[in-house]
C-alpha cells in the first residue's frame, strides 16, 4: 500500500470518527479516554480539552461501574464484546442518560493498546421502558402499587430482612362502608374515597415503606425496619391519631379504616401470603368489633383505628 493510500484511509476513518451521528470513544485498556468524537462530547457536555480528565469510572454509575470493569476485561479477552450492554452514565452537568455500547480491541503494531466503541443514546427508551414497567405494577386510580407491585417488592424485601436477621410489620387496611358509597351515592365518590385512603397512607407512612392496593377497597402496607409488637403497636397509634386528625379537617373527605397487622419474625420465618392471611383475619376481627359496637351504641363513633 503507497503512503498516498494510506493517507487517504486515514483521512477518511477520521472524517467518518468525527462527523459521525453516534457517539464514538476510545479509552485505553484501563479505561482512561484516550478520544471522543463531537458526537460523543455533545451528548456528555465535555469539550475536547476535556477527555484526558475522562474514565470509565467517572462517567459509569457506580452501581454499574463493576459490569463496566468487566466488559473492559472481556474486551481484553475475545477482542470484541460479545453483546451490545447499557450503561446509566453522568453527563457533565450530573444528568444522568442511558447509553448501549459496542467495543472491541485496536492494535497498534499486532499490540493491542486501546478499546474504540460505538454508544447510543437511549435515554428516550428507557424512560418508556420504566413508564410501562409502572403502569403494570401502579393502581390507576390510587397511584400506589397494584397487587402485581406489592408482591414483586415484597418478595424482594422478605429476602433483605431474612439475610439481615431484621423484623418487618404487614398491615392489612379495609376502607370501610365502601359499597354503601358506591351504591348511594355512585363509584365516582367511591372512588374519592380509595383515592383519599390511598393518599393518607402516603402521608402517613415513609417512602420506604411498601403501600399497595390489593382489592377493591383493601390496602397493604409493609411497614421496614421497625423493631417488634412495641413498634408495631406505635404504628396503630399513629395511625388512629392521623385518622382522627384527617377527620377533623373540613377539606379532607372522611375515612374509617379497619386494620389488621402481622410481625415478621425471623426466628419464626413465614411467607408473605401467611403474613397477608394473618393481617386479613385480625382486619376482620376488628371490622366485626365495629360493627358490634355500632349496634350496640346506636350508630355511634368507633374511635379504635
Known sequence: MTEASLTEIVERYRLLFDRGLHSIYVHDLEGNFLDANRAALDLLGYT???????????LVDKDQLPLALKMIKEIKRRGSQKCPMEFRIRKKNGEY???????????????????QGIALDITKRKRMEL???????????????????????????????????????LMFIDVDNLKSINDSRGHGEGDKVLAEAAKFLSEVFRE????????????????????GIMDASSLLVRLATNIAAHNTSEERIALSLSVGMACYQPDHPCSIDELLSQADRLMYRQKREKRRYFEKNSGSVYSSA
Not at 403502569?135 to 422478605?158: C, K, P, W
Open 48 to 58: 475536547r480539552d476535556e477527555i484526558p480528565c475522562l474514565s470509565i469510572s467517572s
Open 97 to 115: 442518560i442511558w447509553v448501549e455500547t459496542a467495543a472491541c480491541i485496536i492494535s497498534r503494531n499486532e499490540r493491542s493498546y486501546a478499546v
Open 131 to 169: 413508564e410501562l414497567r409502572n403502569l403494570s405494577l401502579i393502581d390507576s386510580l390510587t397511584g400506589v402499587y397494584n397487587r402485581r407491585g406489592f408482591f414483586m417488592h415484597a418478595e424482594q424485601q422478605m429476602k433483605i430482612v431474612s439475610r439481615a436477621k431484621k423484623r418487618m410489620t
Open 208 to 227: 420506604s415503606d411498601v403501600i399497595a392496593r390489593v382489592g377493591g377497597d383493601e390496602f397493604v402496607v409493609l411497614v421496614l425496619e421497625n423493631s
